[in-house]
């Protein structure tokens, strides 16, 4: 396997603050486990954090709203 070594010291406060999807080179941007958290649920979230500094806006709220308005029309479908 490559990739960042997911140790406890790869956790630490600092180290998570500075790995990100941006990049000092321009319309550069990295997703995947090492961004993150290791295994498919890290470079899954880490996905989400790629394209909300692409689009600059929060994947992550939209994807609840999302979430909350299909909810909700599969209760009105019921009822």
Do not use: W
């Not at 080179?25 to 290791?38: K, S």
């Amino acid at each position: 396997m490559y990739g960042v070594d997911h140790c406890f010291s790869r956790m630490q406060v600092e180290v998570m603050a500075t790995v990100r999807p941006q990049t000092a080179v321009p319309n550069l941007y990295l997703t995947g486990q090492d961004v993150l958290l290791g295994g498919f649920v890290g470079a899954t979230y880490s996905a989400l954090l790629c394209a909300s500094a692409v689009l600059h806006r929060n994947v992550y709220i939209d994807l609840i709203q999302l979430h909350r308005r299909i909810k909700a029309n599969n209760f009105k479908k019921k009822n």
